[in-house]
């Protein structure tokens, strides 16, 4: 059980474009939802908390008009990078909680040259 | 500021030998410690948890957890070369079920 998919796994997008990312729970119902950055060698880096019918919370530092997050359902929230750079590649993953139990989604690999 | 401290290793040891990972946090408040493995270029994955004072045992994962100390460990017996990989130790407050991680241990098991 507690199962997070990530779609999709891997993008190439050219600078300027927009780019959305889903992450669903499969088997369980997640109020709260993280996304999480993370740069090669580094740690994971919270970006924001994602609230089914609410608005997300973004970490300090976080642009919240650059990366849009949506968590319409109890099962579904998406992150969109809006006109990506290069400085926005990185490993962008996702997570939903289960009884204060993190569960990740596979994560996925954004390439923007 | 909420921390979670590891070292950073990497923690060498010999397959079949016990290897054993340390973390430390910072706020006394926090309820609810978290081990979780992540391999090169992959997610992380839940590995076990521990909400009490005391060792929890799965398989060959050892959880111990000293909140006098506000110490949290993971020991791996037998550990095998599969097992090498970076274990991040994760805390929460249960406010809001958002986790403080440390920056992670790197396990280098060798044949």
């Known amino acids: 059980g507690a199962v997070v998919s990530q779609h999709p796994s891997r993008v190439i997008c050219k600078s300027g474009t927009s780019v959305k990312i889903e992450c669903r729970s499969l088997?369980?119902?997640?109020?709260?939802m993280f996304w999480y950055r993370q740069f090669p060698k580094q740690s994971l880096m919270l970006m924001a908390t994602?609230?089914?019918?609410?608005?997300?919370?973004?970490e300090q530092g976080v642009e919240k008009d650059k990366f849009l997050i949506n968590h319409a359902s109890l099962t579904l929230s998406t992150l969109t990078v809006t006109s990506a750079h290069p400085e926005d590649s990185s490993f962008y993953i996702c997570?939903?909680?289960?009884?204060?139990?993190?569960?990740f989604g596979p994560g996925t690999r954004l390439l923007v040259l | 500021q909420k921390e979670v401290e590891q070292n950073s290793g990497p923690l060498s040891v010999p397959e079949g030998a016990i290897a054993s990972l340390n973390c430390t946090y910072s706020?006394?408040?926090?309820?609810?410690f978290f081990w979780y493995r992540q391999y090169s270029g992959k997610s992380p994955e839940l590995i076990m948890f521990?909400?009490?004072?005391g060792d929890k045992e799965d398989g060959r994962f050892t959880a111990q957890l000293n909140k006098a100390s506000q110490y949290v460990s993971l020991l791996i017996r037998d550990s095998q070369p599969s097992d090498s990989a970076t274990y991040l130790c994760?805390?929460?407050?249960?406010?809001?079920?958002?986790?403080?991680f440390g920056g992670g241990t790197r396990l280098m098991v060798k044949p």
């Open positions: 088997d369980f119902q997640a109020t709260t």
């Open positions: 994760a805390v929460n407050d249960n406010a809001g079920n958002m986790l403080t």
């Open positions: 994602s609230n089914e019918g609410s608005k997300a919370t973004y």
């Open positions: 706020d006394r408040g926090s309820q609810s």
């Open positions: 521990i909400y009490s004072n």
């Open positions: 997570s939903g909680t289960l009884e204060e139990t993190q569960y």
